[in-house]
């Protein structure tokens, strides 16, 4: 037990993450966290055409780049930041039939959805 040590919790996890304020902004309103008084502000709104009742609660962000360029530690700041839980689908878990990604895709959509939990799909161009 001499290497394992408490976890800590970082106050500002996205203080880690190296690019433009910005685009930090950017993501925190795409998790759905507030942005006062910000530039951004005017896209924060309650506005919806959808008549289907909740559609409108989930978020895609698509972010690419090389390897290594930090799209998965975006997504675990921003889950951190968020203090949401972040469920991480890997290609072997979604299968490689359409019909069975369909549905194990809705299967873990449906259960990040009951814990307001933060999907990061890792590789996902594999089914592009």
């Known amino acids: 037990m001499t290497y394992v040590v408490p976890a800590s919790k970082n106050d500002d996890p996205m203080a880690?993450?190296?690019?433009?304020?910005?685009?930090?902004?950017?993501?925190?309103?795409?998790?759905?966290?507030?942005?006062?008084?910000?530039?951004?502000?005017?896209?924060?709104?309650?506005?919806?055409?959808d008549?289907?009742?909740?559609?409108?609660?989930?978020?895609?962000?698509?972010?690419?780049?090389?390897?290594?360029?930090?799209?998965?530690?975006?997504?675990?700041?921003?889950?951190?930041?968020?203090?949401?839980?972040?469920?991480?689908?890997?290609?072997a878990e979604l299968g490689t039939e359409e019909v069975q990604i369909q549905k194990r895709t809705a299967y873990y959509l449906d259960l990040a959805s009951m814990s307001s939990a933060i999907v990061l799909s890792d590789e996902a161009e594999v089914y592009l």
């Open 16 to 49: 880690e993450l190296i690019i433009n304020d910005d685009y930090k902004k950017l993501l925190l309103a795409a998790a759905g966290q507030p942005l006062r008084g910000t530039i951004v502000e005017p896209w924060v709104t309650v506005w919806n055409a």
């Open 51 to 91: 008549f289907v009742g909740g559609k409108d609660r989930g978020r895609v962000v698509l972010l690419y780049g090389a390897p290594g360029t930090g799209k998965t530690f975006t997504a675990e700041c921003i889950s951190s930041k968020t203090n949401g839980l972040l469920l991480s689908i890997t290609t």
